[in-house]
């Protein structure tokens, strides 16, 4: 506490967060101009950011309605994938990496397993799962699924093995059971390391989403849109660049959520650094 | 021969000046003398620990003159003329026990094999010769600390600054700390400046102990120890060793009445 | 809680390992489950010999191009994070950016850098791994410099060190565990990164295409050899990156402490 309490702390002037969200898009968004004008970029290469909002607004084919709406749609298409994926992986996750915080030998011999499996490209066994899934919907969700399990199942198991040793020979000097121990004491001191998890889980469900649409044929999504405006690159990069800024955003837009969740939740809980 | 340590007029005032929040030091005057063993104790937040920075330059006065060896404190810093021991030991994990100790000596710029040598040599001061290829994690906190003890001796300072060294550890490793700290204050002949909670560690150690007073944070009596020395545990039995533990007792409460 | 010994630690993950591949092929064959489904692991090693010099060949191009962008990424990350490290103010204003930047599907731009060099060149390839790599090397090297013990800078101040002397003595040696989080996240980002890159566009020879290739020509076992391969290529990249830590840092937590 005394360490904390008297760190040189520097001054860091607090620029209000609204007004450098501003300043740093505003910032990106010179760059890429500049960018484009110095090394004299053609439309294929780097199109206008004007071009790529043009775009927006553009009707997205002939007589169609504009791509905003069906980057939208496709947006919120791959948004409930994802978030369906989410949800189920973090709930393994939170499970598996309870049951191995409890269960040694479980967790030395699976956890290796656990591991193995991130290592394996996703988009490699992608195929195969739309085989087992026979094409269906349900591809998306397990595969963003199958990426989500892993962050939450390792930083649970972490978290859960987190609390002092003397919290937990205190809970067993109160006769605590283990589910008592489990509530009062691991879960709460886990939650930092599940939300750090979560955060991860919500980016890489998102990619789980869009990566799962590639090869399931899937067409009303980002993964689809994404595949079908890149053969149309050549007459219109701008609108390959459109679906591609939607689906940044669906990605940070998850993230941001999650982030104001842990906020909230770990308000009153004092963040180990 | 200047004071070690001179103190004028020293006040430490926390937060921006327009809204200043505490008031840690108020009206500090102290002076030093080479080889003394000098305890600072008062209650919590009394503004022990920002003397001892203060002294040490880690943060800088609000107003009034801190000198050390004669010249400005933050001179004596950059001429490394004082070891700091903190109260938790602040060990880099990634260095073995020797490579720790010998870490000001590295800054410093001695040459490797002195290092090593002068690394062995405080390793065997504080016991810990068999230690010295272990990883800080491998040690107990009582270890840890002694293990940061010879690293602040590694560079024979005259000035030593303890801050609760021995805050986080049993009575017996404390007493037993107390000695060796003594006996080590004897062979380097150095001048210390000893933060701490405890009343007859302060007794036992010093030749003057500071009692303190909080809010703001005075320096409210000084007592001179006059016990003998060599001290040992029968120092502990000592009936003059329990008056003064009494007097400096009745000095913390005078300071806290006059808070009031 | 004792320490397992050796034998207690390995022993459980191989049995766990033996029991599914015989399980797996026993259930293949009493289940009768077709070969489009899920080929009985016979199947697939004998697809592997068969098949040998093409994934070979494929599975050297993708790791090429995952090497390659993983170092130009993570060391670009790296150099940036060091770079950063000390105007205090500029770096705490960007994190959040970065970390945004870090939760976008970096893979969605794998067709622009298709289109940008072409997507038979492997600089497509690489590009791509470099960016994916970029951001969670650059967010975790900056994390590792930063998050210092106070108490630590406050003893180097008491040592009056210059700022390099900090960085090289304190902040570095700290960032280290994160640095190899970081490259253990990087290493699979790396291999994803270029897979993806060639699902939009490859060569043929190239365990993307390959792979995608043969599920569409129903050669189920051949696809499932390829993907054997990419996963052991996986977990290769990832044991390396596992050992070369336990040699770097000998001292830290999740290396093994007996
Ligand atoms: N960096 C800081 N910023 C603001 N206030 C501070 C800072 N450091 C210390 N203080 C305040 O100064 C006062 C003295 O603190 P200090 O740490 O010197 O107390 P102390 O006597 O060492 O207490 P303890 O015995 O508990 O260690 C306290 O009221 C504390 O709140
Ligand atoms: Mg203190």
């Avoid at chain 1, 469900?205 to 149309?232: K, R, T």
């Avoid at chain 3, 899920?38 to 070979?56: D, G, K, N, Q, Y």
């Avoid at chain 3, 295409?209 to 993907?227: K, M, P, T």
Wanted: proline share 7%; with cysteine; net charge positive.
């Amino acid at each position: 506490m005394e360490v904390a309490l008297s760190a040189p702390t520097r001054p860091i002037r607090r620029v209000p967060p609204t007004l450098a969200v501003i300043l740093v898009i505003a910032a990106l968004a010179v760059t890429w101009e500049l960018i484009k004008l110095v090394f004299n970029l053609d439309k294929r290469t780097l199109p206008h950011l004007w071009e790529i909002a043009d775009a927006f607004v553009q009707p997205s084919r002939r007589n169609g309605p504009p791509l905003i709406s069906v980057l939208l749609e496709a947006a919120l298409y791959t948004l409930r994938g994802a978030l369906l994926g989410f949800f189920i992986g973090a709930a393994l996750g939170f499970v598996l990496g309870t049951i191995f915080a409890h269960f040694p030998l479980l967790e030395r011999s699976l956890v290796p397993y656990v591991v193995a499996s991130q290592t394996v490209p996703i988009l490699a066994i992608a195929p195969m799962v739309v085989i087992w899934l026979r094409g269906s919907w349900w591809s998306v969700p397990v595969i963003a699924a199958y990426l989500t399990f892993f962050p939450v199942t390792i930083n649970t198991l972490r978290g859960m093995r987190s609390p002092d040793p003397r919290a937990v020979e205190l809970m067993h000097s109160y006769a605590a059971s283990t589910w008592q121990t489990l509530w009062k004491l691991r879960f709460p001191s886990a939650l930092p390391a599940i939300f750090t998890a979560l955060k991860i889980a919500a980016t890489a469900s998102v990619v789980g989403a869009i990566i799962a649409e590639l090869p399931s044929g899937i067409q009303q999504g980002l993964g689809g849109a994404i595949l079908n405006f890149n053969q149309y690159y050549i007459t219109g990069p701008e609108r390959l660049w459109a679906a591609i800024f939607m689906a940044a955003l669906v990605g940070i837009l998850l993230f941001v959520a999650v982030s104001l969740i842990e906020r909230i939740v770990l308000r009153n809980i004092v963040r180990a650094a | 021969m200047p004071p070690v340590v001179s103190l004028k007029n020293v006040n430490k005032i926390f937060g921006p000046a327009e809204r200043p929040t505490t008031i840690a030091l108020k009206d500090i005057n102290l002076e030093i003398q080479p080889r003394e063993f000098i305890s600072l104790i008062g209650p919590s937040g009394c503004g022990k620990s920002t003397l001892l920075r203060t002294i040490g330059d880690l943060i800088e006065a609000s107003s009034g003159e801190v000198m050390v060896n004669g010249k400005p404190a933050r001179q004596a810093r950059i001429n490394r003329e004082y070891g700091m021991v903190f109260q938790a030991p602040v060990l880099f994990e990634w260095r073995t026990v020797l490579k720790n100790v010998e870490l000001p000596l590295e800054v410093m710029g001695v040459p490797k094999a002195e290092r090593t040598r002068r690394g062995r040599e405080m390793l065997r001061l504080v016991e810990l010769q068999n230690f010295e290829r272990h990883y800080p994690w491998q040690l107990s906190g009582g270890m840890q600390q002694r293990v940061a003890i010879a690293r602040a001796l590694a560079f024979r300072p005259e000035l030593l600054l303890m801050d609760e060294p021995f805050g986080a550890l049993d009575e017996i490793t404390r007493e037993r700390m107390n000695a060796e700290l003594l006996r080590i204050w004897h062979e380097t002949q150095t001048t210390v400046v000893f933060v701490t909670h405890s009343i007859p560690e302060a007794v036992f150690l010093s030749t003057r102990v500071a009692v303190m007073s909080a809010r703001p944070g005075r320096i409210s009596d000084i007592i001179t120890i006059d016990l003998p020395y060599p001290r040992n545990v029968e120092t502990r039995e000592h009936p003059r060793f329990f008056e003064l533990v009494t007097m400096v007792r009745e000095a913390l409460r005078k300071g806290e009445e006059m808070k009031e | 809680m004792t320490h397992p010994s050796r034998f207690q630690r390995y022993a459980p993950p191989v049995v766990v390992f033996f029991a599914v591949i015989i399980l797996w092929e026993v259930l293949v064959d009493v289940l009768n489950i077709q070969r489009f489904l899920l080929p009985a692991p016979s199947v697939i090693a004998e697809a592997f010999f068969r098949t040998f010099s093409v994934i070979m060949n494929s599975a050297a191009y993708t790791i090429r191009s995952a090497v390659i962008g993983f170092l130009v990424g993570a060391g670009a990350g790296m150099l940036v994070a060091l770079a950063t490290a000390r105007w205090t103010t500029m770096r705490e204003g960007l994190m959040p950016f970065a970390i945004a930047l870090n939760s976008v599907p970096i893979i969605a731009f794998a067709p622009i850098m298709n289109n940008w060099f072409g997507s038979t060149n492997p600089m497509s390839k690489i590009m791509i791994v470099a960016i994916i790599t970029f951001f969670p090397m650059m967010i975790n090297m900056v994390r590792g410099l930063t998050l210092v013990e106070p108490a630590k800078i406050e003893l180097m101040r008491s040592y009056a060190t210059t700022p390099l002397e900090v960085l090289t003595k304190v902040r570095i040696p700290n960032s280290l565990p994160y640095l190899f989080n970081a490259l253990k996240v990087c290493s699979t980002l790396a291999l994803i990164g270029a897979i993806v890159g060639e699902y939009f566009g490859g060569p043929r020879e190239s365990l993307g295409v390959y792979i995608l290739q043969e599920a569409q020509l129903f050669r189920f076992d051949n696809a499932w050899a390829a993907i054997i391969i990419s996963a052991l290529l996986g977990i290769a990249f990832y044991l390396i990156i596992l050992a070369a830590e336990r040699i770097a840092i000998p001292w830290h937590a999740s290396v093994d402490r007996r």
